[in-house]
Nanobody, 124 residues
């Protein structure tokens, strides 16, 4: 059974930092893209960042570019999201996702596996 388990969320002040982790089990995703999405109350799920299977290519939403960094450790089957200079508008539930094929990186429907989400709250 494939599982993605996020951790690292919490409450932080504006300008602060958090690092999210997503540990995968049940299969290896080292050959496939993984990504992070977020969903704020009353809003649609939004692409945040994605990383290729080798980790050599990364992609970001314009809203987080320069502040967030996605990385992965394939030996640990884990993907990370370092979030710096956090803003209140970053407040959301953050979801880790993985593909088992090569789909569109910013499109949620192209991801096959999802974590349960972790809450990130940025206070002003």
């Amino acid at each position: 059974q494939v599982q993605l388990v996020e951790s690292g969320g919490g409450l932080v002040q504006t300008g602060g930092s958090l690092k999210l982790s997503c540990a995968a089990s049940g299969r290896t995703f080292s050959n496939y893209p993984m990504g992070w999405f977020r969903q704020a109350p009353g809003k649609e799920r939004q692409f945040v960042a994605a990383i290729s299977g080798t980790g050599g290519n990364t992609y970001y939403a314009d809203s987080v570019k320069g502040r967030f960094t996605i990385s992965r450790d394939n030996a640990k089957n884990t993907v990370y999201l370092q979030m710096n200079s956090l803003k209140p508008e970053d407040t959301a539930v953050y979801y880790c996702a993985a593909q088992s094929h090569y789909g569109r990186l910013s499109v949620a429907l192209d991801y096959d596996y999802w974590g349960q989400g972790t809450q990130v709250t940025v206070s002003s």
